[in-house]
């Protein structure tokens, strides 16, 4: 138990090898002892430690080990808890199809449990999976019912990743009044739950949607908000890349102001 803890400990500080290290010895041990039930848990950790070190087929084959375990002991929810993150890892391998069914029989086990939480991430993972493939108008649906149950379960930064994906999903249909309200939602969530860094990048999020529907001012406003935040944490990555959006909306402000000023004189030359 205590290397599974350090496991996850290891995993949230970014020592991915450490922690496949001690989530691997405690599947060991809990095979040992026969206690499959946390054997199954410590796999399914190792397999989300694997695929963050982007291992991915290991990855898949921590968690397709965790879902026969659960499997065999008719452990309904460590099946779901299974699918969802073996289907997070065939998604990551670029193998979508097979990532949807996984998701969607991990949903169909989280209702029977009535596990609103686990069945929003699940919905979540779908609506990525979906949207990879081009299904877009079902991804829409995906993150939205996700968005809806983080809610209901008072996950705010749950709720802000769906409302992510619902909103970059809506910007690929060219919904862009739709998907600046999700990134809007998105802000407020953060900024709710005081989480400075996030609201940053989803200022970036709101920027791109202003820009794809043209409002190029909003979009200025809120990219230049978005690299403030971002400069106080020093991501310099993060920061470049906001950068290089801005410049690129303040190209076609300048284009579309010439464009403006030609159509002018046309119209006056016209006149």
């Given at each position: 138990?205590?290397?599974?803890?350090l496991?996850?400990a290891l995993?949230e500080v970014?020592?991915?090898?450490?922690?496949?290290?001690a989530?691997r010895?405690?599947?060991?041990?809990?095979?040992e002892?026969?206690d499959?039930?946390n054997e199954?848990?410590a796999l399914?950790?190792l397999?989300v430690?694997l695929?963050?070190?982007?291992?991915?087929?290991e990855?898949?084959?921590?968690h397709?080990?965790?879902l026969h375990?659960?499997r065999?002991?008719q452990?309904r929810?460590?099946?779901g808890?299974a699918l969802?993150n073996?289907?997070?890892?065939?998604?990551?391998a670029?193998?979508f199809?097979e990532?949807?069914e996984?998701?969607?029989?991990?949903i169909?086990?989280?209702?029977?449990?009535?596990?609103?939480h686990?069945?929003?991430s699940a919905?979540?993972?779908l609506g990525?999976?979906?949207?990879?493939i081009?299904?877009?108008?079902k991804?829409v649906?995906?993150?939205?019912?996700?968005?809806?149950l983080?809610?209901?379960?008072g996950?705010?930064?749950?709720?802000?990743?769906a409302?992510?994906g619902?909103g970059?999903?809506?910007q690929?249909?060219?919904r862009f009044?739709?998907?600046?309200?999700a990134?809007?939602q998105v802000?407020a969530?953060?900024?709710?739950?005081?989480?400075?860094h996030n609201e940053?990048m989803?200022?970036v999020?709101?920027g791109?949607?202003?820009q794809?529907?043209h409002q190029?001012?909003?979009a200025?406003?809120?990219?230049?908000?978005?690299i403030?935040i971002l400069?106080?944490?020093?991501?310099?990555s993060?920061?470049r890349?906001?950068?290089?959006i801005?410049?690129?909306?303040?190209?076609?402000?300048a284009?579309?102001s010439?464009?403006s000023?030609?159509?002018d004189?046309?119209?006056?030359?016209?006149v």
């Open positions: 138990m205590t290397l599974t803890n496991g996850a995993r970014e020592r991915f090898d450490e922690a496949i290290d989530l010895q405690a599947a060991g041990i809990y095979a002892i026969g499959r039930r199954g848990a399914n950790g397999g430690a695929r963050e070190a982007r291992q991915l087929e990855s898949g084959e921590a397709r080990l965790a375990i659960a065999s002991t452990d929810h460590g099946e808890v969802n073996l289907g997070r890892a065939l998604r990551d670029g193998r199809d990532a949807i996984d998701h969607q029989e991990a169909v086990i989280y209702q029977e449990a009535k596990d609103l686990s069945e929003g919905f979540n993972n990525a999976a979906l949207a990879a081009g299904e877009l108008e991804a649906e995906a993150h939205r019912r996700a968005a809806g983080y809610l209901e379960t996950d705010k930064h749950g709720a802000a990743n409302l992510t619902l970059i999903a809506l690929d249909t060219r009044d739709q998907a600046i309200e990134h809007q802000i969530l953060y900024r709710q739950a005081g989480d400075r940053g989803a200022l999020d709101l791109l949607a202003y794809g529907g190029l001012t909003e200025i406003r809120s990219l230049k908000h978005a403030d400069k106080s944490f020093d991501d310099q993060s920061e890349m906001a950068n290089g801005l410049r690129a909306v303040l190209k076609q402000t284009s579309s010439s464009a000023t030609v159509e004189r046309r119209t006056r030359g016209a």
